[in-house]
């Protein structure tokens, strides 16, 4: 079964920045594109970044320029680099496959962008 544990998020400033990561087990892991979600309540979950088993990335408008993906094959984890955030970015975030999310998702991560 697909395990999808996504790290502590946490209370971040305005303009702070935040590193999420999330490891993957019960999957071949490199094999897959991979991505973040995020969902604030009463809205339906949002993808927000991709990358491949090559590496190519897509971000969301909303997040271009700020938010980095990356992936440790090695180490079946998936990461997110976030900078400059501010409240909009305020959300539950959750890891899963791209292109055909696993079922199985995640308990998710809250990120909290507040003064």
């Known amino acids: 079964q697909v395990q999808l544990v996504e790290s502590e998020g946490g209370l971040v400033q305005p303009g702070g920045s935040l590193r999420l990561s999330c490891v993957v087990s019960?999957?071949?892991?490199?094999?897959?594109?991979m991505g973040w979600y995020r969902q604030v309540p009463g809205k339906q979950r949002e993808l927000v970044a991709t990358?491949?088993?090559?590496?190519?990335?897509i971000y969301a408008d909303s997040v271009k320029g700020r938010f980095t993906i990356s992936r440790d094959n090695n180490k079946n984890t998936l990461y997110l680099q976030m900078i400059s955030l501010n409240a909009d970015d305020s959300a539950v975030y959750y890891c899963?496959?791209?292109?055909?999310?696993?079922?199985?998702w995640g308990q998710g991560t809250q990120v909290t962008v507040s003064s």
């Open positions: 899963n496959r791209a292109v055909v999310p696993t079922p199985s």
């Open positions: 019960g999957t071949a892991f490199s094999i897959y594109t």
């Open positions: 990358i491949s088993s090559r590496g190519n990335t």
